[in-house]
Each structure stands twice: as C-alpha cells, then as structure tokens.
C-alpha cells in the first residue's frame, strides 16, 4: 500500500511526523491509518503519528508537539535551545512547548508574580524565576505591577 506523493511530501517537510488529521485530508483512510500504525508507523502523541517505528528524534518530538498542540504553538526552553543546537540533545527531553492564548493580542497585559518555591529552590533559583500569567486571570499583581 503506497502513500500518494502529496502525503510523501507532507512527510519529508515534517520530518516523517503527520496528523491523523492530515493524512485523511489527503486520502488517507482511517482504517489505513490503523493499519499501518500496527506494523510500520509509531503513534507519538494522540492523533500525531510518526512514519517510522524507531524512536522519535529530539527534532521529530518537538514537530509532534507543535502539531499536537496547534498552528498558534511554539517550541520553548530547553526545546527551542536544542533546535537551534545551542543545548546538547538529552536522550528522552521532554518538548516544552507554549500556546497563544485565544483571542485577539491587542490589550492583552501580562503581569508577574512570585513563583512558589520548590522542593530543593534556593532564595536565589527563587528570585530568578518569576511567574507570567495573564493579567485577566483574576489573581492579583504584587510588587511594581501591583501599582498598574
């Protein structure tokens, strides 16, 4: 069973990583799908399949990721530093990715809080790591942003 060339190309631009949404916009049966996930291709997220059955690269993670997560997603951290090979690759990385919010960006205000100290934070890992989150979300800002 042959994948037709538009499928193919979809696949080398993606680094072999596809939607089970793109592959039926493409022609491509469910039950092909099924098919071919129980003998040659691995299921790496849901509805996010890889057309091989090694293990996902580092790169093909973070292709899965954004295409799980959506077309407004973006790799981030430790993520988006071994894509631009400036961290070294660690075998099994999670993929940190981040999600616009819905919604239209003008007005949208992003204020800081205080990250909650972890298990094993210093004072110092503390004052380093602040937490955005939107400013609609109902906590309240401290510090400058408190005056805003």
Do not use: K
């Amino acid at each position: 069973m042959d994948l037709p060339p538009p499928v193919l190309d979809l696949a080398r631009r993606q680094r072999g990583v596809l939607t089970r949404r793109q592959l039926t916009q493409l022609g491509i049966s469910p039950a092909q799908v099924r098919w071919r996930l129980g003998r040659s291709w691995r299921l790496v997220l849901p509805g996010v399949v890889l057309r091989d059955w090694a293990l996902p690269s580092d790169l093909q993670r973070g292709i899965a990721a954004l295409l799980y997560a959506g077309p407004r997603s973006w790799l981030s951290g430790p993520s988006a530093g071994v894509l631009h090979r400036v961290l070294a690759p660690t075998p099994r990385a999670q993929a940190h990715v981040l999600v616009a919010a819905p919604g239209p960006p003008e007005g949208r205000r992003v204020a800081v809080y205080p990250a909650h100290a972890r298990r094993g934070q210093t004072s110092r890992d503390q004052r380093s790591t602040p937490l955005l989150v939107p400013a609609e979300s109902g906590r309240r800002p401290c510090g400058r942003d408190a005056a805003r």
